[in-house]
């Protein structure tokens, strides 16, 4: 399976409410990018990018690349993706999700139905767009919502064919969002 997807990591926002690049923040003692490689590298291998203008993140190993258009949110972070991936299934995780585990992406994937053309994980009534499988199809479909600055991700996704999987709540905090100070205070606990 690991040469079938790519695991694309997108740590190119501005991080405003943070204050600070938020994927290099420190969880138990490493940033929160290394927690998503180490989950993601059990099933993709070293088939692993990091979206980000950011050299820092090139201490990590994997390959680094640059969003082909700058300031276009996740919707451009995925288009820079899908463009530039060799595989047909990909990854797409947010930087600021750094409790997500194998396991959790694992089941992702393994629940993943091939007539769809993304799958995302939803928990009560919150879809998790960017703890997702995208099929590179969808490369021409985030293209034509650039060229018309459609930059917002769900509105792209309503335009596919995608799959929503209900998340169990074991795994529930697996997929918050880290974005504030205060939500950082709360899983250094």
Not at 67 to 75: H, N, Y
Not at 140 to 157: A, G, P, T, Y
Request: hydrophobic share 40%; with cysteine; charged share 25%.
């Amino acid at each position: 399976m690991k040469d079938k997807i790519t695991a694309f990591i997108l740590a190119g926002g501005k991080s405003q409410r943070m204050g600070t690049d938020k994927g290099l923040l420190l969880l138990n003692g490493k940033p929160f990018v290394s927690h998503i490689c180490e989950a993601v590298k059990p099933i993709v291998g070293d088939n692993i990018v990091i979206v980000s203008s950011n050299a820092d993140y090139d201490f990590l190993g994997y390959t680094r690349i640059e969003d082909i258009v700058l300031e276009k949110g996740p919707v451009g972070g995925i288009h820079t993706a899908l463009q530039q991936t060799n595989t047909k299934l990909n990854f797409i995780l947010s930087v600021d999700a750094p409790l997500v585990t194998t396991e959790l992406l694992l089941w992702i994937l393994k629940n993943r139905e091939d007539s769809y053309r993304m799958t995302q994980g939803q928990l009560e009534d919150k879809a998790y767009p960017l703890i997702a499988i995208y099929d590179h199809s969808l490369g021409n479909v985030f293209e034509e919502n650039l060229k018309k600055d459609q930059l917002r991700l769900r509105q792209v996704i309503n335009e596919v064919t995608h799959q929503t999987l209900l998340i169990p709540k074991k795994w529930g905090d697996q997929v918050q969002n880290i974005n504030t100070p205060e939500e950082y205070q709360k899983i250094q606990l």
